[in-house]
T-cell receptor
Framework: DGGITQSPKYLFRKEGQNVTLSCEQN?????MYWYRQDPGQGLRLIYY???????QKGDIAEGYSVSREKKESFPLTVTSAQKNPTAFYLC?????????FGEGSWLTVV | AQSVTQLDSHVSVSEGTPVLLRCNYS??????LFWYVQHPNKGLQLLLK??????LVKGINGFEAEFKKSETSFHLTKPSAHMSDAAEYFC?????????FGAGTRLTVKP
């Protein structure tokens, strides 16, 4: 079955550490996105990529980095520069008007 | 650049009364518009979408939305709220391969 897989679902990180969230899709979609959701707030765009080897900053890119070396993969690294990394992270892919979402990853900084 | 504004961060209605969740958008092209619902601790679920066909779109669970180009709006409505409708609702605008989410509207349904 086609879809988007995010891993891990739950992740704990110590302050000062980088952590990478995985997002893989087998839908052959060109566009992929990373969003962040904080309690009581909406989804905010971190980074997006419309094609392999290309990506753009979203509204809250500071403290994050991404790569798009393969069409099916769009990993997000939460760096130590991100001051408030504890949040729910959602990956999505899109082709035309069809959007698919991963199940999300919960990151907690301890 | 496109954007979407959900005009109310929180809406509270009584069970059995109508629901109106407001969404305005900005887009340089003819956009596609979506409404998603997120129940606590669950993923996003598509309620309905507008993709340049009929301007009145019917979705799941009795929800519908009307695309009004002159007002750049895509408000979500339901004639009669159920307790199970309590959730967070997101309006999304998409053109080409770029999509933007609204900040969300939390719907509370009182018995």
């Amino acid at each position: 079955d086609g879809g988007i897989t995010q891993s891990p679902k739950y992740l704990f990180r110590k302050e000062g550490q980088n952590v990478t969230l995985s997002c893989e899709q087998n839908l052959n979609h060109d566009a992929m996105y990373w969003y962040r959701q904080d309690p009581g707030q909406g989804l905010r765009l971190i980074y997006y990529s419309q094609i392999v080897n290309d990506f753009q900053k979203g509204d809250i890119a500071e403290g994050y980095s991404v790569s798009r070396e393969k069409k099916e993969s769009f990993p997000l690294t939460v760096t130590s520069a991100q001051k408030n990394p504890t949040a729910f992270y959602l990956c999505a892919s899109a082709y035309g008007n069809t959007i698919y979402f991963g199940e999300g990853s919960w990151l907690t900084v301890v | 650049a496109q954007s979407v504004t959900q005009l109310d961060s929180h809406v509270s209605v009584s069970e059995g009364t109508p629901v109106l969740l407001r969404c305005n958008y900005s887009s340089s092209y003819s956009p596609s518009l979506f409404w998603y619902v997120q129940h606590p601790n669950k993923g996003l679920q598509l309620l309905l979408k507008y993709t340049s066909a009929a301007t009145l779109v019917k979705g799941i669970n009795g929800f519908e939305a009307e695309f009004k180009k002159s007002e750049t709006s895509f408000h979500l409505t339901k004639p009669s709220a159920h307790m199970s409708d309590a959730a967070e609702y997101f309006c999304v605008v998409s053109d080409s391969n770029d999509m933007r989410f609204g900040a969300g509207t939390r719907l509370t349904v009182k018995p």
